[in-house]
């Protein structure tokens, strides 16, 4: 049994923790702003939740980072477990915003000019989460901003430490390596399964069924769409271009529409997951965009960007698991599905 | 006291309202699609909710459309209360999302041909909602749709349903009437308020004040939100054009930063519920568009739009009290707002 | 290609639905009380919201109901996956609670006396939900009221539906079956396994080194938790009386133990889902009981009931899968779990 | 214009707060429990919100500790604005539980043993909070434990902390002592209204008036009710006992009945904020019930308490404005209370 003697303030460490609110508009001199502490404490708690966020990220990577991810151990469990924390936390960080919401623009306006050019674009761990699941600093919106040390950008050190983090490996690159080396897109099936259309390539024999039924769910308004699915998925293809490759995009492919077998349910559960963290992440910017033209209308931003404007653009371009979304392009009826062999069936249950 | 007999399940008409759920892929002859069900049921549970939606709205536009709104009624407070409680139900309503993105992308396939060509952009109780509000028709993103009876738009009678609601006074107008009219407005105040820097208008005394002081509050680069500050606010100019005019912007800037006064707390926190209405309608449609889109990807919608994309241009487009809104731009330090003479102070309290 | 030509409105039945709302108010005689239209909006929104979840049991009950539940067929992928949706249904319900919230007591004054006897206590879907997990008529709080049938209790065929109901098998009894009848349960194991201490029972080896464990954790303090382990869950006993065997939890805990081998994942999620439901319909009902308390203060309920201080009752009284919560006393932590041998880990994987 | 240079994270003091968790399973000599992160980052985050609960309640104390509350200051609609603002940080604390739910009791077991005796019952900020609105140490559950230090309990300077803010006015007596002597209430009014119906006490005209109407609406089995309206609120009676005076609670019913008068809105909003508060802070006590009972099911608190029945008797006991949430058992409707004479409604209005 145990003999420690903790005590909760203690353990919490609570005396850093809740001695970290220093209003600027409080300090000698200045007029001090009420809104400014649920400001402070506000943006405090997101970054707790970002750290947790982050904490949650690096086991995913460890798990994935190994030569060979092991389906029998309990590593694809808690990586699918704890990306379903990430997205009830992201679902929390949701709600928060309506906590500032009652901080109105005139109760804003009180302490803002203070902060020059500080703002929430300064937020490294937000970031980091960014960089760690793979958005890529050329396909930031308006990324020319963050080298901007003294006009609202970061440090030096904190640039770099988001470079080398988008330098490292991603989440992103590493469910493609994953997805590209699954043992079970090595089997014999791939060689043995027999088409019953042989439409135009000797080396997919299921995909070329796959093929034959997907078009035949098109409208004829949707046909262009056959170039792209044989362009971006069935075509061999090695090179990813900073995304995923067409080798992992058919194997997340044939995960998703063969999810219901036990060998694919966790890897499933995980492919969606990334998908609605990218999706509460766009929700996120959104109402965070909704948020800050409610603040401050058409001003110019607190860290020198356009404020609103640029919130809107980041909205729509900072998605990064959109190939995995783009998926649910190119799926067919579960009963339509290729009936798979005997033998490899049992090979994906217990 | 009363002796009635009521039945709960009797009064809520619950064989009606629980008899309307039919699968069409659990008609004979289709293969049912469990997934199916839910579907239908968010949809009607969300109508249920409009409905709800537009009785409130149907009683703000009541005491609206009175030829005086009287402050000293309940009137006013109960269109406070009734309008927070919309901003309740869209909070709902954009949660209730949360159910449906338990739907993933193949179960809905399974019944998604069997609707063509209907879709949630058929909802006519959300363009009554729109349209009560103030969205006009072409306004409306892809305006064109609506009227394609065939192939996805309205019936005849639901699209002059919607045309007439939107001909006949809108609560934008309402608010702007109100707002040009507020007894306060025509008051001694605003003749023999003495301006401390006559800047440019005579009949403006109290505009010239805050002209300057908003001037002095601006940056550099901001410079220019002067002239739309002189042309959208402070010049004298009566046509709307179909937003709210010069007058009731007035009105409503002054509101907002006198809001602290008893008498127009109540006002204010209207006007400031309109715009958190627009937001959350805002919030509403990119939580469609994200769900859509991760339901279909880049597919043709079933109502034959171009699915996301479509939906995508109605968040940005859609906003109905942007101009309020924007008051966020013009705004002054509540300590260096032009102190207001004695006995209009007291006028405007108890 | 399909060439139905489908219509929202007609799709959803929305005549019906949106015809459905008679508010006894604004029936001629009456004062109209504005807010009865949300009260009854409300409750009919709840009632969809029953219709699903009976739905999604009904599937659950149908798996379950099944002579073999089988591991590789996406039965039970799919009942994890529906309960999961039950419980986002469930906090959207008690979500909701915060509309009705905009009632004021006052306003609810309006109408209340018109709606007697009637009450939410008879919603006889919420009933049937209850009935279905497994709440038996005389473990229910004040189970006399619900035969009481002009004084806010059932009409006879509601009554006798929720009876049958009850009378079925529920899904606490096929869960208690299905886990007593496990497969996994009656392999090699459980014989061959090789107890390290052998305290007191030569047929449950594994069960002896479990019992050493959890003991060596306990505080002096909670030694007596010993003697119910022993009674409640490792005594070979048959009878269930209304709840879980002993042979089911003993089950139950070995799956909750031991859920990181794939083949314990889904049911575990299944297990604990359960227990979600459980704890989220016992928040529902505080929600309930504190609005209600709210709204009428310490007056008789519209149902005849006590009111407030009868829900207070259903709070505490009404869990349902208690036995399986419950086994959280029971667990030891994952490090100290004793090592299945190296077969029996083969089998457990894929 | 502002010349200063604010970097986000410095302005935020990131550096130490997030350099507070140092998670006590990863100290050498201990397994690391990779939740432990979790549960400390959820109680900071739960502190940081408790810091600005209570700044916003500090900010309310000291506009009720005035010698007279002035309804034509921004002071009674700022209060009334922080209020509402607490009800939206506690509906958030509500929702964050729905991340520590993802912890399960296995998770929690592994480092569980680490804390003892440290619990959640040691947040001294909450119980500032408590104590801040009202609650008295007497009244609380077992407030015994409070006082063991090396138990579970407060160390001696943070119980005196908690005794002495117990000790200084509290919200529930500040607001005792502003509905006491509302100006309003000593206005001649009160000597002159006619009473139409002479009961029995000469010096309550209205009241009688009133307490006819009420008697009028209560059915047989509620008669007991007229007792206590006399006893609790009409009777001429002093003293407080630690909870509302009678005064103060005739006062709170009149502004009830008479809330849609401009000058008893934003009085109606406070009191009916602050038994929201009461609501909110008793939902969150229930959910971290049902929470500590999923977790640790019947085994011992690591604070020494019983666990999860400790908690369930917080929930019961803990109400702080239990008699204001108790008037809404005497309303009367709308259409039928007394009309007021026409002076006294110019007087409550603009």
Redesign the interface.
Known sequence: ??S???????????E???????P?SFEPGN?PA?DE??F??????Y???F??IL?ELA?VKTIFEKSKVD????DL??CR??L??VV??L??LN??V??L??M???DF??FR?????????????FRLIEATLGLEMQKRHHHDYYKRT?EGGF?KD?FSDIESTEKSATILQLINKWLERMPFFNTEFWKSYKSVSDLNDQDHPFWNDYYALYKESL?E??MP?LD?LKERILKEKNESENGFSNTALRSALFI??Y?????F??SFQIL?TL??ID?LL??WR??HY?MV????????GTGNTSGAGYL?GAV?QHYIFKDL???????????KLPRLPEEL?KE???
């Open positions: 049994m145990v420690n003697n903790q005590y909760y303030p203690t353990y919490l460490q609570l850093k923790i809740l001695d970290s609110q220093k600027l007029e009420h502490m649920l402070i404490i506000i943006h405090q708690a970054e707790l939740w750290k947790q904490f086991y389906d029998n151990s309990e469990n808690l477990h704890r379903k924390r009830r936390i679902e929390l709600n928060q309506s906590v919401d009652t109105t623009p005139m306006l009180e000019n203070l902060l020059t050019p500080a703002s929430g674009f300064q937020s490294k761990q003294n440090t904190d409208s308004r949707e769409k792209d998703i529409l999810r219901d077998f036990p060998v349910q966790t969606d998908i609605e999706h766009a929700g959104h109402k909704v033209r409610r603040m401050i209308g058409m001003r110019v809107e729509q979304a783009g998926l649910s392009t190119y799926l067919i009826e579960r009963r069936i994906l249950g217990f």
